[in-house]
């Protein structure tokens, strides 16, 4: 059950001063060069004005392209192991939208699944995350065909929404009242005010798309969509639900480091197997592994989808392989 | 664009060509890359100063290569890159057909049919490109940075690089099975994307592409996150041409700068 | 008491020419400084610009590549091909902001004993003037988290 506040701009200035002084640091979208990226800032007046969404996500904050695991030296008869403290600094990730906001539950599916994933959950464990409700939407948008929507609290520990003067703050998690306990003034009574967002019609039916895709294996439909892929990372690289690594050992005689990077299963060798045989040798399979990595091993094995809508991949690809318009074609052949 | 489509339809009716590869209308504003296998498919075309994805990349992914001979719907850079990948024996003669709509007549439907590499080459004679303004401005800008300044740029903009390859993926020029990013016995480059992976990674490409750029800027528009990595292989190219006078996209016969040489090479820094 | 920096010199030098050089450096007993490591290839030919940017990142202040003179390469025409590729490399390294003046390369004989001590002397002066290579450094170990 959330609590609702009126947070007026003047407020948040507040807010931020008392994140700061609480020796947060606060991760924002910003300008830079006529792109949004998330970075530190230090009050709202730094913070993006009118953007859609940031090119990269906020997954970065918890899975970061490059992470050291461990590192070692050697010497005579003997190997020194040293396992890294993750970095992970008390960070709130402010501006993020209900989209990435929820991809956080599909990386959890997958970094707590059975092992539990030490590093992610420091990190996970270090930030909280004010949301930011979306007031436009483009063309490569889908959030509510897959559960979210444009003003959906899943993922936030508070959800701001944009009202005249202000916000319409929504405290949800543990986390959220933490924060506004830093400066509990700053936060009016907001009872009865109306959240207003974009609204967005669903694309397509997902569930049944989701029912449809384990007889559609085989179909030519792949080769079609996927004959203009040209085998990159950027979608796998801007996803906020992608979560596939490679693990790297870069040592010489004396030390090395073992790092964990980010993967994508779009690139040929991401199957290569040490024999030589690759199961997934063409694009047209690897484009078939991706829709089917998101909306059918997901809901089967977590329960969830590995999808938020967000857009992101149509967005980054260098050939518009625009997701959302593939799905609908998808869903749309005759089985 | 009527006759351009004309022309595309004969091709695929009269069996000269398995596909043709074009553009069509993609998210927005923007265009994408479009095969069409079938006549009526043809009607998907488009063409218009919106259209930059440089398209010879396909003409060496085997899945595109697979469908047959293909028919390429081809900007100046394209058909560059087309002879040059002639040139270095990755497509035959005979194995693409070039179609140029020339440039401010695609109304007019003007439509060249190029098939083979010399006529691709005597095509090409006939023009003079020259680098986007804006681009040159960059480079100039650059140039005129000190030492300092340039080091702090590209190590600023390169720590931003994910590793994605969209770069490399894109460029009609990457076309090596197995890239010696890919390779770990040495792991030359590193995989990671770490400050000096991708500064190394970087540095590696361009000299992979000194001499042998057609200066498309298709890798700075691929990279997501605005990298203008497209300034590296331009400066690479560009330092090429100006002290050994060879370009890449020009001949249908090999002259590669990096592979060929003169004993009267001048230079002025060797001991 | 401070330590006075010494710069670490790394020297990529032809088997042929400039190492024979060297060792008749070494015959002929002249003295010269002891900061650079030798390694020995068969031709400059074989020189990849990836052995020069990894010299730096294992530490290297300063690295040195040195051949048979133009029209005396042992493999008749390794030497030209490396002259094309460094005048490239040279630009590129210069444009990224890499500091070229760490970088010499040279034609050094088998007979040039004498010119290979004072090659090496002036070298290390050089880039003991310029002082430790720090600003690669920044790239090793930066951008992982």
């Not at chain 2, 596909?19 to 504003?29: L, P, R």
């Not at chain 2, 903009?157 to 390779?183: F, G, I, Q």
Request: net charge neutral; proline share 4%.
């Amino acid at each position: 059950m959330a609590d609702t506040f009126e947070l007026s701009h003047e407020a948040l200035n507040g807010l931020f001063a008392a994140l700061r002084k609480d020796g947060r640091r606060v991760l924002a979208p910003v300008d830079s060069d006529g792109r949004t990226e998330l970075n530190e800032v230090e009050s709202p007046a730094q913070v993006a004005k009118d953007y859609l969404q940031t090119i990269l996500s906020a997954k970065e904050v918890v899975f970061p392209k490059v992470e050291r695991l461990l590192s070692y030296t050697t010497g005579p008869g003997k190997v020194e192991l040293k396992d890294p403290e993750p970095k992970a600094l008390p960070t709130v990730l402010f501006g993020v939208r209900p989209c990435e906001a929820a991809a956080f539950g599909a990386l959890d599916a997958v970094f707590n699944w059975d092992t539990r994933d030490s590093f992610f959950n420091a990190r996970m464990a270090q930030i909280a995350v004010i949301g930011l409700s979306c007031t436009k939407a483009d063309a490569a948008c889908f959030c509510t065909t897959v559960g979210g929507g444009p003003a959906d609290t899943r993922g936030s520990d508070i959800l701001l929404s944009p009202i005249e003067g202000g916000f319409l703050a929504e405290v949800l998690t543990e986390k959220g009242r933490s924060i506004q306990a830093l400066a509990p003034e700053l936060f009016q009574d907001g009872r009865g005010i109306d959240k207003t967002a974009v609204k967005l019609d669903k694309a397509f039916d997902q569930p049944a798309l989701t029912a449809k895709l384990p007889g559609m294996f085989d179909s030519a439909l792949w080769v079609d969509q996927s004959l203009r892929c040209i085998g990159c990372g950027a979608c796998a690289f801007v996803c906020p639900t992608c979560v596939c690594f490679d693990i790297q050992e870069e040592a010489d005689p004396k030390q090395g480091q073992r790092l964990r990077c980010w993967d994508s299963c779009g690139y040929r060798m991401f199957t290569l197997h040490a024999s030589g045989h690759n199961p997934r040798e063409v694009q047209s399979q690897r484009w078939r592994q991706r829709i089917y990595h998101k909306f059918s091993y997901y809901p089967e094995r977590y329960g969830m989808l590995g999808c938020v809508g967000c857009g992101k991949c149509t967005r980054a690809c260098p050939v518009d392989m625009n997701l959302r318009e593939h799905l609908v074609e998808t869903s749309e052949m005759k089985a | 664009m009527e006759a351009l489509k004309q022309k595309a339809k004969d091709l695929l009716e009269r069996g000269e060509v398995k596909a043709i590869v074009g553009y069509t209308k993609g998210t927005g504003d923007i265009r994408r890359p479009y095969f069409a296998q079938r006549p009526e498919q043809v009607d998907g075309l488009v063409l218009d100063e919106a259209c930059t994805q440089n398209l010879a990349t396909y003409a060496t992914k085997h899945e595109v290569r697979h469908l047959g001979k293909l028919g390429v719907v081809a900007l100046p850079v394209t058909q560059r890159a087309l002879l040059q990948l002639m040139a270095e024996r990755q497509i035959r003669d005979g194995d693409v057909i070039v179609l140029v709509a020339e440039e401010g007549n695609v109304e007019k439907g003007n439509v060249k049919e190029l098939a083979s590499a010399a006529a691709l080459e005597e095509h090409l004679a006939l023009k003079t490109d020259v680098m986007d303004e804006k681009d040159q401005e960059l480079l100039a800008k650059l140039n005129a940075k000190s030492r300092e300044e340039r080091w702090a740029f590209w190590h600023r903009e390169l720590s931003r690089c994910v590793k994605c390859y969209a770069c490399r993926n894109s460029c009609p020029m990457c076309y090596c099975d197995h890239c010696t990013m890919d390779c770990n016995r040495p792991q030359w480059v590193p995989v990671a994307s770490h400050d000096l992976g991708n500064f190394e990674y970087h540095v590696v490409r361009a000299m992979h592409l000194a001499g042998r750029c057609v200066e498309c800027g298709e890798c700075g528009r691929a990279c997501p996150v605005g990298i203008p990595v497209h300034l590296l292989t331009f400066f690479a190219e560009e330092s090429v041409h100006r002290q050994f006078g060879q370009r890449a996209g020009h001949s249908a016969k090999l002259d590669y700068a990096l592979s060929t040489f003169r004993p009267d090479d001048k230079e002025s820094f060797i001991r | 008491m401070e330590e006075k920096f010494e710069p670490k010199l790394t020297a990529f030098v032809c088997n042929w020419c400039t190492y024979a050089g060297a060792d008749l450096t070494g015959t002929s007993r002249i003295k010269y400084q002891s900061n650079v490591r030798v390694l020995r290839v068969p031709c400059t030919g074989r020189i990849d610009f990836m052995l020069v940017m990894k010299a730096f990142q294992k530490g290297a202040d300063g690295v040195i590549v040195s051949g048979c003179h133009p029209n005396d390469c042992h493999y008749t025409s390794g030497n030209y091909h490396a002259r094309r590729r460094w005048m490239v490399y040279k630009d590129l390294m210069d444009f990224m902001g890499m500091d070229t003046r760490r970088v010499t390369f040279s034609w050094v004989s088998a007979a040039e004993g004498v010119r290979w001590a004072q090659l090496v002397n002036e070298v290390t002066d050089q880039v003991r003037a310029l002082g430790p290579y720090a600003e690669y450094q920044q790239l090793v170990g930066a951008g992982i988290e």
